[in-house]
């Protein structure tokens, strides 16, 4: 089946720092789609890239879906507290997509 | 309103007990997701369902059944787990399956098998 691959695996930052991760894939992606996971909780949907190329803000994050349609990137800038926990890539590869393929996580922790 | 609402929150079951899950949204979305969680791991398909109709089932054991009474309302039937089958249940909903679209996650339910 199709994979994702995400990096780094987890990331030990100070507060205020800007944090960049990002996923990979070997096949064509229509939708790429980066979510939040705090412990004990479902994921929650950050940003939606539908479009090559696709630049899209939220507040503090940025993503990018990538010209190849393969990749994508998420930033953080000036991190707070609050940002600690798991962020997942996933994707759509369309025509007749079985539900989202998930990457492994980036797990990031703030250090005061 | 993206609010996809799971109960329990919680569920601790024995390997004799049946129990069910529930998932329900109103957004107006046709197509319903399972996924399994297990710790520090990514989320793992497990049913879809379209219009009511089960479209995947990736090749989950039949001690776990879904259901899909209407539109808005999503079941998990659990009989004779494995206390393997301890993780979080995550329910999703996104507007149409075979789309590229978002998905919206409910809190999950945690369940343990003992």
């Known amino acids: 089946g199709q994979q994702l691959n995400q990096s780094p695996q987890s990331m030990f930052i100070q507060e205020g720092e800007d944090v960049s991760m990002n996923c990979t894939s070997s096949s064509i992606f229509n939708t790429w789609l980066w979510y939040k996971q705090d412990p004990g909780e479902g994921p929650v949907l950050l940003i939606a890239?539908?479009?090559?190329?696709e630049l899209t803000s939220n507040g503090r994050l940025t993503a990018q879906f990538g010209i190849t349609r393969k990749d994508s990137f998420l930033n953080i800038s000036a991190s707070i507290p609050s940002d600690v926990g798991i962020y997942f890539c996933?994707?759509?590869?369309?025509?007749?997509?079985?539900?989202?393929?998930f990457g492994k996580g980036t797990h990031l922790i703030i250090q005061p | 309103d993206t609010e996809v609402t799971q109960t329990p929150k919680h569920l601790v079951m024995g390997m004799t007990n049946k129990k069910s899950l529930k998932c329900e949204q109103h957004?107006?979305?046709?197509?319903m997701y399972w996924y399994k969680q297990k710790a520090k791991k990514p989320p793992e398909l497990m049913f879809v369902?379209?219009?009511?109709?089960?479209?995947i089932n990736e090749s989950v054991p039949s001690r776990f059944s879904p259901e899909c009474p209407n539109s808005s309302l999503l079941n998990l039937h659990l009989h004779a787990l494995q206390p393997e089958d301890s993780a979080l249940y995550l329910c999703?909903?996104?507007?149409?399956?075979?789309?590229?679209?978002?998905?919206?996650f409910g809190q999950g339910t945690r369940l343990t098998v003992v």
């Open positions: 890239l539908y479009k090559a190329g």
């Open positions: 957004m107006g979305h046709r197509a």
């Open positions: 369902y379209s219009y009511e109709k089960l479209s």
């Open positions: 999703a909903s996104s507007h149409q399956a075979h789309r590229t679209d978002e998905a919206f």
């Open positions: 996933a994707g759509y590869s369309g025509g007749g997509a079985d539900g989202l393929t």
